[in-house]
C-alpha cells in the first residue's frame, strides 16, 4: 500500500523504519488483564486489554460502537501504535509550534484522523483506545473518517490496488498511442505525462463519490477519455488548454503582434458580454473561496468521533469548470486578429481566463495534482 499511495502522489504519514515498541510493550504488560479461566491466547498475542471502562470513564462513548469490549494486543498491533507515534512526532518536529517549544502542546494541538474502511471500523476504534491506554502522550483528539465499500462493475473476482493503477495507467498509454500514431513509452517527459494523467483519472473516480458511499468503478477505456466530461482526464485536457492558450499569447506577443498585458486596473470588463464569460465568473470564479472553506479543512471541532470529507464538491466543481470552459473555448476565439481595436476585449478575456486558470490549478493543488502544460 505505501507504493501504491506514492504513485497516486499521496504524502502519507509513516514511520521511516520498523518503530522501537519497547515502551508500548512495557505499559501493554503492566495494562494487560490475566486470562480467564485458562483462556488460551493465540500465538503472538501478549494479552487482553478491556476497553469499556476506559470509554466510558473518558465520556468518548459518542460514536464509538456499543459492542467495544476488549482488545487483544499482539506485537502488529504494538507496531502500528509505534507507527503512529513517529507520525506524530514527525509532525511536531515539522510543525512551527514543536513538542520542543511547547511541552504541553503535543497531545492537546495534534488531531489524528484515521481513514478507515467500514469493514475495518470496529477494529480501528479498538486501535485508537488502546493507544490512548499505553500512551500518555496520545493525541487527545482523534477522529475517523470511514470510507465506504469498492466494487468493480461486472467483475467476479477482486482487484487490488496495484492491478488497478497498472490498469489504469496502460489505458491511458494505450489512448495517448492511438492518438498519436506511435507508442511514447521510451520518451520519459511523455511517461511523467502519462503518471499524471493515471493519478487524476484515479484520483477523480474514488473521489468524486461522497467517501462513505459505496464506490463503484467502471474499468473500460471510456474513463481515461479526454471527451468524456466526466472524468480526471478531461479536466487535464482543459487544464493544458489554458496553458496553452497563454504559451500562444507570449509567443505572438514576443513576435510583436501583441503589446505587453496592460495593468488590470485599465481592462474594460464591460467588453465581456457573451454568456459563456458570465458563466464561468458567476459560476465558477467567485463561488470558489465559499468551495474552499467549506472542503479544504476537516471539521475538526465537530462533536463526537466520526468526521466527512466533501471531496465529491471539488471534483464536481472541477468538472463542471472544465465544461463551462471547454464550452466558451471552443466557440470564441480568444486570441484575435493583432488590431489594436481587438486588443481590448482579447485582455479582458485574457485576464477572465488567467482567474481560471489560478481556480483551476488551486483545485487541482487540493487534490495532490500537478497542472499539465500540454497532453
Wanted: net charge negative; proline share 6%; with cysteine.
Amino acid at each position: 500500500m505505501p507504493t501504491f499511495l506514492q504513485q497516486l502522489r499521496v504524502d502519507w504519514p509513516a514511520a521511516s523504519e520498523r518503530a522501537a515498541t519497547e515502551a508500548l510493550r512495557s505499559r501493554a504488560l503492566a495494562e494487560l488483564t490475566p486470562a480467564r479461566n485458562a483462556e488460551a491466547l493465540p500465538p503472538g498475542a501478549l494479552g487482553r486489554v478491556y476497553l469499556k471502562e476506559l470509554v466510558d470513564e473518558r465520556g468518548r462513548t459518542t460514536g464509538y460502537d456499543p459492542n467495544l469490549d476488549s482488545c487483544l494486543v499482539t506485537e502488529d498491533l504494538l507496531a502500528v501504535l509505534a507507527e503512529l507515534q513517529q507520525a506524530v512526532q514527525d509532525w511536531a518536529e515539522d510543525s512551527s509550534l514543536g513538542l520542543a517549544a511547547a511541552p504541553d502542546a503535543g497531545a492537546d494541538s495534534c488531531m489524528v484522523v484515521h481513514v478507515v474502511s467500514c469493514e475495518e471500523e470496529f477494529q480501528q476504534q479498538k486501535l485508537d483506545l488502546v493507544w490512548w491506554k499505553l500512551d500518555d502522550q496520545a493525541p487527545l483528539r482523534q477522529k475517523h473518517l470511514v470510507c465506504g465499500p469498492v466494487k468493480v462493475a461486472g467483475a467476479p473476482g477482486t482487484l487490488t490496488a496495484p492491478e488497478y493503477y497498472e490498469l489504469r495507467h496502460a489505458q491511458v498509454c494505450k489512448a495517448s498511442a492511438l492518438k498519436r500514431g506511435r507508442d511514447l513509452a521510451q520518451d520519459s517527459a511523455w511517461m511523467e505525462i502519462f503518471r499524471v494523467l493515471c493519478v487524476a483519472t484515479i484520483k477523480f473516480e474514488m473521489l468524486s463519490t461522497a467517501p462513505q458511499s459505496q464506490l463503484l468503478l467502471a474499468l473500460a477505456d471510456s474513463s481515461i477519455s479526454t471527451k468524456g466530461t466526466k472524468s480526471g482526464t478531461f479536466v487535464m485536457y482543459n487544464c493544458a488548454r489554458l496553458a496553452t492558450l497563454f504559451e500562444g499569447y507570449k509567443c505572438s506577443m514576443e513576435q510583436g503582434l501583441y503589446p505587453t498585458f496592460p495593468p488590470v486596473s485599465s481592462l474594460d470588463f464591460s467588453l465581456l458580454h457573451d454568456e459563456g464569460e458570465w458563466l464561468l465568473l458567476f459560476n465558477s470564479i467567485l463561488p470558489f473561496p465559499d468551495l474552499l472553506s467549506q472542503t479544504a479543512a476537516l471539521p475538526c471541532t465537530a462533536p463526537g468521533l466520526h468526521i466527512t470529507a466533501r471531496t465529491e464538491m471539488v471534483c464536481k466543481f472541477l468538472v463542471q469548470l472544465s465544461m463551462d470552459f471547454s464550452s466558451y473555448y471552443n466557440r470564441v476565439h480568444i486570441l484575435g486578429e493583432p488590431r489594436p481595436h481587438l486588443f481590448g476585449q482579447m485582455f479582458a478575456r485574457l485576464q477572465l481566463l488567467r482567474a481560471v486558470r489560478e481556480v483551476l490549478h488551486t483545485g487541482l493543488a487540493m487534490l495532490g495534482l500537478p497542472p499539465l502544460s500540454h497532453i
